[in-house]
């Protein structure tokens, strides 16, 4: 079975410092891989993909992602937290043909001015 | 339409009451997904729609829940007896099918936020 594990339930960072949001996954194939965000009130917004290209994916807002399979994981990074990016954060993967997405438990991000 | 439509997007229900909450996919979309997000959780796979073969039912949490799709377009996720433990988001998602999903990802809507009091 496929699932993700968010390290850190809550990452808070100041304003213009860099942000590393951590997920590990566990899949018994080569997963594909998603991060998705959600603003309050809002729905849920992806931000970049993995999907056996390259390893190092760029997503939106500045945000990438690299992909481990050594240490299996699948870590959000960007270089300047900007106070809009105050969310919760999903490490989500794909089962074997897409048939559903396993969602990780969230990291919810707070940017102090 | 442009997005994925979910209505409505509030509910409040008493214990008991049946609710509907329904989903308009984005159109050519053959795959439909349920999911919930109560408070402090993560979300919880209920149940997915590929175009005219049996739905994956395996997260439906109990026979209360039930989930159809007309005409492989609009989904009803019907709640029955509603409980409080109930009150969560339900999320409705909607993407081409197998392969293309992952080409070209997931839509997600804005969500039912449902209330049982």
């Known amino acids: 079975a496929q699932s993700v594990t968010q390290l850190d339930s809550h990452v808070s960072v100041s304003e213009g410092t860099p942000v590393l949001l951590r997920c590990n996954y566990s899949?018994?194939?080569?997963?594909?891989l998603f991060w998705y965000v959600q603003h309050p009130n809002k729905g849920l917004q992806l931000l970049l993909k993995?999907?056996?290209?390259?390893?190092l994916v760029k997503g939106i807002n500045g945000f990438e992602a690299e992909f481990k399979k050594s240490e299996t994981s699948f870590h959000l990074t960007k270089p300047s937290a900007h106070m809009s990016d105050a969310a919760e954060y999903f490490c989500?993967?794909?089962?074997?043909?897409?048939?559903?997405?396993?969602f990780g438990q969230g990291t919810r991000l707070t940017i102090n001015p | 339409g442009a997005g994925v439509s979910q209505s409505p997007s509030n509910k409040v229900t008493e214990k008991g009451k049946d609710v509907e909450l329904r989903c308009d996919p984005i159109?050519?979309?053959?795959?439909l997904y349920w999911y919930r997000q109560s408070l402090g959780q993560g979300l919880e796979f209920l149940i997915y729609?590929?175009?005219?073969?049996?739905?994956?039912k395996s997260g439906l949490p109990s026979d209360r829940f039930s989930a159809e799709r007309t005409g492989g377009s609009v989904s009803t996720l019907t709640i029955q007896r509603t409980q409080q433990e109930d009150s969560a988001v339900y999320l409705c998602?909607?993407?081409?099918?197998?392969?293309?999903?992952?080409?070209?990802?997931?839509?997600f809507g804005s969500g039912t936020r449902l209330t049982v009091v």
């Open positions: 998602a909607s993407s081409l099918a197998g392969g293309q999903a992952l080409a070209y990802g997931y839509t």
């Open positions: 899949s018994s194939y080569s997963p594909s």
């Open positions: 993995y999907t056996s290209a390259a390893t």
């Open positions: 989500v993967v794909s089962t074997q043909g897409a048939q559903k997405l396993v």
């Open positions: 159109s050519g979309h053959t795959a």
């Open positions: 729609f590929q175009g005219n073969s049996a739905p994956d």
